[in-house]
Each structure stands twice: as C-alpha cells, then as structure tokens.
C-alpha cells in the first residue's frame, strides 16, 4: 500500500563519498547526506554542472570539468529522477551546483561574497522603487512583483519602509556607496514626517501603520494596523520594526533626531507594553484608544505576550542602538529580555520546540489564531544565534546551555536533510505513531528561516569553535546561495519548494510585501560577513560611516561590528576622507573624531585577532592600484593578498603600489607568490614598493623579485601618460 511505483524528480545534498568512472555508461557517484543516508548517482549525456554564483555574476558552466570535480568530501546539490527499477528507485543526476572550486572551497566564506551581494541587493531597490534615479519616498510602495514592478496599490506601510532602510543604510556600511546613505537618510525622514505619530505631552512616539497616498497626493493615514492577525490593534513587532532602518542609520550617522525618535519609542514600550508586575515581559499588542492592553477590543490578542514582543527588540533595532552608543541602560533592557525568554520560552518537556505564545501569566496560549501549537522554525534558531550575541555583551552560562540546546535539536527536527535548507511552521507536538512532526500548510522554505539558521550555527561556530556548527553553517548557506538568488531580476526569492524551484504564486511571488521588504536579505549579508570573515574565516573586514559633526557623545565613534566575542577583534587602519588616520582604540573598537564642522567619511578597517597578515586595496585611480600590506605574508596570506589582487585588476591597470610600511617579514612560499603575480601582470604594469623595512626589502633583493622594480620610501602620485 502507498507504494512509490512511479518516477519522480527530486534534489540530494550530500557529500561524495566516490566516483565510479566505470559505473554505467557515464559514470557514477555516491553521495551521503548530512543524516547519513547512501545515494549512489548515475550519470547521463546530459548531466550538467555548474558553480554557485552570487547577484550579478555569469553562469559559470562545471561540466568539462565535472567529473574531476567529484571527489571525496565534496558537498554538492543534485537535482534527478528517480526511477523505480529491480526494487529499488535508481537515481539519475541531471543538474548539479557545485560550491566551490575545490573540494574545500565554499564560494560564499570569499571576503568579499556578502558585500557583492548586498551590493547587488540594494542596487536593485534603488531600481525598482525610485526608477528614475532620484531617490523620493512618495514613490514607495510595498507591494512588488516578481520582477520588481509595483503592483496597483496606494500602500505605504511603515514597518517595510524602515525595513528597507535597514537595507540601504546596512549596504553604506557595508561599501561605504553615498547613493545607500542617502536613500537611508531620506527613507528615515520620510518616516518622521509621514508616519511619526509625535504625542509631546506624553513624551512618547508611536509609529502609523501606514498611509494611502492618492493620486492627487493627499494621505491617508492608517493608525491601527489592518493586517489580518493584528487587525484595530498596535501590535509590538509593528512599532519594533519601525525602529529598525532609522537605527541603522544612526549607527552610520550619529543624527540626534534619530536618537530622540528612539528614545520616545522606547518610552512607548517601556510605559504601555511592558507588563510591570511581577510577571514580566512586554505585551503583543495594545488598544489604539486608550493603549491598553487588557481592552476587550484586543479580542484574541488580549494581555497576550509573543516571541515578537519579547524578543524581536534585540535584533530588529536593540543590539545596533547598543553598538552604536555603549549606553548601560540598553545593555540592561538587552539582558532583561533575554533573561526572560531563557526564563519562560523553553518548553523540552513537552517538545523539541520552544513556546511562542503566553496568556499574560505566561501560561501557554495554544489557541491562538493560525499558530495554535505549533512552531515556527526560524523563531527557534533565531533565538539561539541572539542568546550567542547576549552571552559575548554579558556572559551567562544559561544563555549557551540553552543556545547549544536548540542547535543541537533543531537540525533532526526543523531541517530538510535529504535536499538541504530549513522548514517553515511544523506541528509541536507528535501524535501517536508519528516520528515526523507534520507540515501545517507546506513543505516550501522561506528566506528569512535560512537567515535564522545560516547566522545561528555561523555564531555558534566562530564563538565555541565546533566543527559540526561551521558545518551545519555551510551547509545552510549553500542551500540559500544555491536556489534563493533571483539571477534574472535580481533580489531574493519569497519562498522555494522543497527541492529548490522558487514558488511563484500567491502573495509570495513578489519582491515586497507585508512580510517581505529590505531587512532579513541585508542583515543575512552583513551578519554573515561579519562572522565569516572575522570569527571563522580570519580575515579583515571594511565598514564605512559618515558621522555628523558633533553627533556621538565626546566624538566618539563607536565601530564593534556586532556583539561578537570579548577581544576577538582589533582596528587594524582607519582612513578619514582617503587619508590615513591614527586616533583610535584597536582594541576598544572606538576612534576619536576630528572636531570639525566639515562632512567626513571614516573607514575603518576590523581584524580579527588571530590574524597575522593583512591585505588592504586602498583605491584604483587613474590606472594605478594601491594596496598595503601588514604582519607576516606567509603561504597561510596568500589567499587573501589574491583576493585583494583580484579587485585591484578587475578592471586594467598601468600601475601597481605595493605599500609595506607596516609588513614585518615575508616567507619563501609568500616571496614564490609575489615573483609569479609580477610574471602574469607582464611588462606592461610598473611596480612600486613604498617605506619596506630593510628585512623585508633584503629578502625581496635576494630573490631578485626587485629586478625591474621601483623602489620608494614614500610615494607620490604621477599621472600616467595617455597615448
């Protein structure tokens, strides 16, 4: 009975375990899946392979080299038939998306993988809401197509706008493009003079849920929300996310109206959804009469309390208010709300997820609206990777006993093991006979779930150096990179199917909507870059910021990337305006602005503290690139001088400016790797060395890598001549 007697297509993520040349007619090869199951893959004449590629990269095309690239502890995707043959369902590969170009090689931990692609993200924003160029806000909507086009709506909701601003004012940090910053800055005034709902005489601020622009510009505002589950209401997570892309653009600007805005949002919380009894946390919603939470016009959000309320504070807006201005009273509303999920969320006696939803004694609320009990994936990873980021700010051995907990059950029970990637919502609890908790609606796969995973185990990984996390990292950011990265239109897909295809129905065809704006694709990138680079990787990482004069208390900018383990990085450079500047903590993460009323652009340039080699391009101008280089150049540096030679001659260069002032020595392996890189850039580029050390220049004389060389202790710019 229910017998699988028919083919079917499907995807396998695994590792090769052998290739079998002989096998078939083409070949075949085995593969395990990361719960151990065997697949043996028979290859065909049309078997095609291709590498993971990032937004705005080519197809690169694998299969020439395709069956030398199946070699033992590969990680791959197959994507086949299954044919039911002799007993058994013979598989056949017909499409495969390799993850690097060796065995050992994941495309995305590159340095520069997450900067490109939010590059590319908010590239595409730019484009589809404020199509021609000029950045102007009444052009928003939130409802996008597939494609980007906007649909026929008059919304603007305020949680997609800040959203969206998260976004661009994640990117300048990232890149430091002023076409970010300002769409940040506009995108965050537009909210103050829109949907800024400003009561002085309470001395707090509340955010509309949206407005209706008409076709002869007139507004309509709309207070209370009028999505399904929150309908008359002001729901927590609405104002939270308010918060999100202005705060982001304070960390990058310091702007005090930015701050004030914060601070009376924070009185909104602190005076109405927070229950001050001894019960505690914050209430889900309030009335928007009389911003109450115990009105019987809340309905079934009555004195109820959610993972959104509680938790979504610190992600969303909390931990970058924190990074950018070190205040102890947020540190403490950071540790107060992580305090009380570890206190009341864990439910193990009775699931392998934690609980979601309370009455207001905490008491467990399973009837509520589409939830019932059941559990959403990403909630529990999501609170799993931010335990991590409170343990680094204030640690308690609570908060990584119970982080540690849910990654180390989440994978058997939220995970697809056979194709890679995370679920959406599951049932809690099993009922008699199943071992599988059942799908509510689906078995699709949203983006925001893979973030939750990618960032927790990439934390968890960088923080407690275990190798199943970096490993359940990777494998969560293949299945992201390989099947969510909407090459054709740019951005990222909704929703896929369980087997990669994107899922292009409904509401999540779209590039925006209630749910889907700016934030979860920005913050995947930035995080990610962050953790790779600086805690699992080892290499440098740039962030840009425009601090307003006088903005930040005693000029101090404060630049810690995110809440990431205690001496784990150091400044290594900082550049004010191009120019290198020296007034900065290394260690305490913090550089002393210049006082000026003149508009500065700082970048500063994070090493996490292990590494020993450092690699930086400081511009490419005029034909000429200027790199510096620092700490020892040995076999373990090469890789990144590469990478920051790469970007150097991506596009044609006359002149090469190899700046060593802060390089202290220079192995064979490290001397082999510059002699060949002077033979492939050819005769037709100058090289410069500039202020080497005598060790370091002695050696490089010795392998006469100086032959044809300019040496210089200190370089001034010539202009190159133009035929």
């Known amino acids: 009975m229910n017998q699988v007697s028919f083919p079917f297509s499907d995807l396998i993520a695994g590792y090769v375990t052998k290739f079998n040349s002989q096998k078939g007619a083409f070949g075949s090869f085995n593969l395990k899946t990361t719960d151990g199951r065997k697949f043996e893959v028979a290859l065909s004449a049309n078997t095609y392979a291709e590498l993971v590629r990032n937004l705005g990269e080519p197809y690169y095309d694998c299969t020439l080299q395709m069956r030398e690239m199946l070699v033992a502890d590969r990680y791959l995707f197959v994507y086949g038939t299954f044919y039911p043959e002799d007993g058994e369902h013979n598989f056949e590969g017909k499409h495969i998306v390799f993850l690097g170009k060796t065995e050992s090689e ?19 924003y730019l484009k589809v809401q404020f199509e021609d160029g000029e ?43 002023d076409r970010y910053l300002e769409a940040a800055e506009k995108g965050t005034e537009y909210l103050r003079d829109h ?15 949206a407005i209706d622009v008409q076709p002869d510009g007139r507004e309509q505002k709309i207070f209370s929300s009028e ?20 705060t982001q653009t304070y960390r990058v600007t310091g702007d005090p109206s930015i701050l004030n805005d914060i601070e009376l949002t924070l009185n909104l919380f602190n005076r109405y959804f927070l229950d001050k009894t001894d019960k505690g946390g914050f209430y889900s919603h309030i009335d928007p009469i009389t911003l109450s939470p115990h009105s019987s016009t809340l309905g079934h959000n009555r004195a109820k309390k959610n993972w959104n309320s509680v938790g979504d504070h610190a992600p969303a807006y909390l931990i970058n208010l924190w990074l950018a201005s070190g205040k102890k009273e947020y540190a403490d509303l950071l540790e107060y709300t992580f305090d009380t999920i570890e206190k009341h969320f864990p439910d193990y006696d009775s699931s392998s997820f934690v609980q979601e939803r309370f009455h207001e004694d905490w008491s467990h609320d399973t009837t509520w609206g589409w939830q019932q009990n059941r559990a959403v994936v990403g909630h529990n990873l999501k609170i799993s990777w931010n335990l991590m980021r409170m343990h680094h700010l204030k640690p308690k051995e609570k908060y990584v006993a119970l982080a540690e907990k849910i990654a180390d059950i989440m994978p058997a029970v939220g995970s697809d093991q056979q194709r890679g990637g995370w679920y959406d919502v599951v049932e809690r609890i ?3 006979g199943q071992k599988t908790h059942r799908f509510v609606w689906h078995d699709r796969k949203a983006w925001w779930q893979q973030e939750q995973a990618i960032l927790a185990y990439l934390i968890l990984a960088g923080s407690l150096n275990k190798s199943e996390y970096q490993k359940l990292a990777r494998e969560s950011a293949a299945f992201y990179n390989a099947w969510f990265l909407d090459y054709a239109d740019g951005g990222i897909y909704f929703n896929v199917l369980a087997n990669g295809i994107p899922y292009l129905l409904g509401t999540e065809r779209g590039k925006g909507s209630h749910s889907m704006s700016g934030y979860h694709s920005f913050e995947l990138a930035y995080l990610a870059c962050v953790y790779t680079n600086l805690l699992v990787t080892k290499k440098p990482m740039d962030l840009y910021f425009k601090p307003k004069p006088g903005a930040f208390k005693d000029n101090i900018l404060r630049v810690q990337p995110d809440i990431l383990p205690p001496g784990s990085v150091q400044i290594g450079e900082v550049w004010i305006n191009g120019q290198p500047y020296a007034d900065f903590d290394a260690e305490n993460l913090t550089v002393k602005l210049p006082s000026t009323q003149d508009e500065i652009k700082i970048r500063v340039r994070l090493l996490p503290t292990q590494v020993f080699f450092n690699a930086t391009l400081l511009e490419v101008s005029g034909g000429t690139a200027k790199l510096s280089l620092s700490g020892l150049l040995d076999a373990n540096a090469i890789g990144l001088l590469e990478e920051e030679l790469q970007k150097a001659t991506a596009q044609s260069i006359k002149r090469l400016v190899l700046q060593l002032d802060d390089l202290k020595c220079i192995s064979a392996a490290g001397l082999r790797y510059l002699i060949f890189t002077k033979q492939k850039l050819g005769s037709n580029v100058d090289i410069y060395l500039v202020g080497a050390n005598e060790n370091v220049l002695g050696f490089l004389k010795k392998g006469a890598f100086c032959e044809g060389v300019t040496v210089l202790e200190q370089y001034e710019a010539v202009e190159l001549a133009t035929v």
């Open 195 to 209: 949907l800024r709902f400003l009561d002085e005489g309470e001395g707090i601020c509340y955010w509309y849920h």
């Open 430 to 432: 099993l009922e008699p």
């Open 106 to 124: 994941y495309a995305f931990e590159k340095q520069d993988w997450w900067v490109n692609q939010v590059r590319n993200l908010a590239n595409f």
């Open 227 to 246: 999505f399904g589950d929150d309908y008359d209401a002001i729901p927590a997570y609405e104002q939270i996310y308010a918060l999100a892309g202005p």
């Open 135 to 177: 950045i102007d806000y009444g052009k928003y909507r939130t409802n996008l197509g597939l494609v980007g086009t906007k649909e026929i709506s008059t919304r603007q909701e305020t949680d997609t706008i800040s959203r969206l601003v998260y976004g661009f004012a994640t990117a300048f940090l990232m890149t430091g493009d």
